[in-house]
Structures are given as C-alpha cells and as structure tokens.
C-alpha cells in the first residue's frame, strides 16, 4: 500500500469509530403504530380445504410440506 492508501483508510477508521450525532438533519422522530396482527397462511390444499399450519408460499397457493406440489414450474407447450 502507498503512504496515500495507507492514509486515506487511517482517517476512514478513525471516522468510524467516531459516535454517531444526536439528531442528524432531515429525520423526524414520529410514533409508529404497531402492525396489525394478521391470522397465519394456512394450507390450501384440498376441497374442504385442509387449513394446516404452518405452510409455505408455492406458485400454486399456500401449501403445507406434505401437500408440496409435484411440480411447481409452468410446463413448456410444444
């Protein structure tokens, strides 16, 4: 490394290890309501739907692992 590199990342570090300001200009500090609390995803595999949780998003909808599609890419028409 060059005296010049060597330098320039000396005053990096020491910048970085400075505490960061009390307000920084431009925020606002502003009260945010909680989210809602949303029901869980549930399995919709099945007529009646099966409803299991926990489950995981798939192309074909939500489904649980013992409902995992076997396919779950668009086949290509000749």
């Known amino acids: ?10 005053a990096i570090r020491r910048r970085l290890d ?11 500090a502003l009260d ?5 609390d949303k ?3 549930v ?5 009646p739907r099966c409803g299991a949780v926990p489950t995981r998003f798939y192309p074909c909808g939500w489904k649980r692992d013992e409902h995992q599609p076997a396919r779950t ?3 290509k028409t000749p």
């Open 73 to 75: 890419t668009r086949r």
């Open 32 to 36: 945010v309501p909680a989210a809602e």
């Open 1 to 10: 490394m060059t005296r010049a590199t060597t330098a320039t990342l000396a």
């Open 39 to 41: 029901p869980p995803k």
């Open 18 to 28: 400075e505490p960061p300001p009390e307000n920084v200009p431009g925020q606002l």
């Open 43 to 47: 399995c919709g595999y099945g007529n």
